[in-house]
Each structure stands twice: as structure tokens, then as C-alpha cells.
């Protein structure tokens, strides 16, 4: 009796330590305390090869080999299940190097578990890819799947034609923001991270709203639920003075905007030249108006 409540006990224990550490790892992948979102796959291939592999060596004669993997693998599988189950194709690839850093965390447990290869030479090199994932690469990866490029830089793609509405109805299009540098904040209601930005964008509004060669905009994605005017009145209500325009859907596929907050840059001949966030939009910006001073 007293053999198997120590055996459920280490099984318990190994299922809490995964699914803990793997909720640190999935916080750090998601960008909690302004992390690299990278440093989260790196967590969890250690996470992951720490435990396998002391726990083979430590407590397989105890719980036997699937008495340690069936906690560990079942304590991932709570954890990643529930973000996997309805998701979408970009969603997925998005989060695919996170997925195949844990399994290289549990095969690299395995391998040093083998006494063959426990010079650690393995483990090293399939610790590679997380390592690379934690120094950059990994927020790379999630902005080419977000915005359709690595760094933000478009190489001058001639912007959809596209109508939008001020407050008072006015119409707002590719004609009339010709000739002038465009910034174009895309958002919607219910978007937490998008009030997030606001006070920035804020700034750099206040920072060029008297330089008339610079145009800047806040353009809401309307929501069933949203009441007519609510987009406007909202903004108003935080006393935020940027100008916002009202879009549709139509407007956002045609501009290829699917992530918020999105920032989009238009240059004065209405070509795309930037696509991403509202930090890296700035100094865009800011390059632009230095080549033609």
C-alpha cells in the first residue's frame, strides 16, 4: 500500500511540475513581462529534457517507463490541447516552433536516458533550434505569419484601392491621402492590446499632427456587436484626440490586415511600405521624413 501511494505520488508530482512549467513557458511565448517571446521554446525544451531524463533515471524502477512519459506527455497535451483545438492554419504554423521545441525537449530526455549517448553532444545539437528560436528567430517567424513579412520593410507594394469614413461621413480613400506619408492603425473594440497602443499612438500623433505631409489614423474593424457610433465615442470617452476612421471588413481583407493592433505605412505615390508594429512603424516613419529633409 505504501509502494503505491509513493508511485501515484511521484506521478502526481511529475504531471504538476509539467503543467506549471509549461504555463511559465506558454506565458513567455505569449510575451508576458516584455520578454523575447523566444526565451519561452528554449523553457520549454529544458523543462522538458530535465524532466524526462531525470525521471527515467531516477523513477523508471519505480513507475516503470510510461509511468514517468504518461504524466509529462499528458500535463503538455492539458496545456497546448485546448489552444490547438479550433485553430486556424496561421494560428498553428505560428506556434509550430513551440510545439516541435517540447518534443526535442522529451527526445533529447530519452537520448540522454540511454547511456550510449549521455556525452551530451546530441542534446546540444537538437537544442540548437530552440536556442536559435530564443535569440530572435522565434519573433521573426511569428511576424512573417502576422503581417507577411520579417521585419515590417514592404517593398512598395501598390496599396488596394479603399474607402473609409470619418465621424461626420466624410469619405477617406487612396485619392485623397495621395501625396502624403499615411499611417494607418488598424483596431477593433473588444481588441485589449490595441488600447494598449493608443497612448503611443497618441504621441505620434501629437508629435506630427502639424507636419502636413503626415497623415495618421486609427481604422476600426466594425463588430456585429458594436453600436452605431460606439467606435468614435469610445475613443473620445479616453480623450484621445487621433483622428479614427470607420472601416469594413471588405476594406481590412483587401488590405490584407488579419492581427490587431496592425500597422500599416503608405508612402505618397499609395504604396505599401510597411506592415507591422506600432514601435517599428514609428521609426519607419521617422526614416522616411530624414530622406527627404
Known sequence: MKNTFIKVLIILLLFIIT????????VIGEG??????GL???????????????????????IGFYGVLIPV??????????????????????VSP?????????????LYYIKSIRKLALQLLLSLFPLLMSFGMYDLWIHKIEYGNWTGEI??????????????????????????IVLLDFWFIGCGPCWVKFPDLQRIYEKYQSNPAVKI???????P??????????????????????????????LGVYKYPSVMILNQKGEMVFMGELADAELKLESMLSKEQ
Request: hydrophobic fraction near 50%; charge should be neutral; aromatic fraction near 10%.
Open 19 to 26: 503543467v506549471a512549467g509549461m504555463v511559465l513557458a506558454i
Open 155 to 180: 517593398n512598395e507594394q501598390k496599396a488596394a484601392p479603399f474607402e473609409l469614413l470619418t465621424k461626420n461621413g466624410d469619405l477617406v480613400s487612396n485619392e485623397t491621402l495621395a501625396d502624403s
Open 32 to 37: 508576458a513581462w516584455d520578454l523575447p517571446k
Open 73 to 94: 506527455i499528458l500535463g503538455v497535451l492539458l496545456l497546448i490541447l485546448p489552444k490547438a483545438y479550433n485553430s486556424t492554419l496561421k494560428f498553428s504554423l505560428k
Open 225 to 254: 456587436r458594436d453600436k452605431p457610433g460606439a467606435l468614435f465615442q469610445r475613443i473620445e470617452d479616453k480623450d484621445y484626440t487621433f483622428p479614427v476612421l470607420e472601416g469594413t471588413q471588405e476594406v481590412m481583407d483587401l
Open 98 to 110: 513551440f510545439y516541435l521545441s517540447i518534443l526535442l525537449g522529451i527526445l533529447s530526455g530519452y
Open 40 to 62: 519561452g521554446l528554449i523553457l520549454a525544451f529544458l523543462l522538458l529534457f530535465g524532466l524526462t531524463s531525470v525521471s527515467l533515471l531516477k523513477f523508471k524502477n519505480q
Open 217 to 223: 489614423y486609427a481604422v476600426n474593424r466594425p463588430m
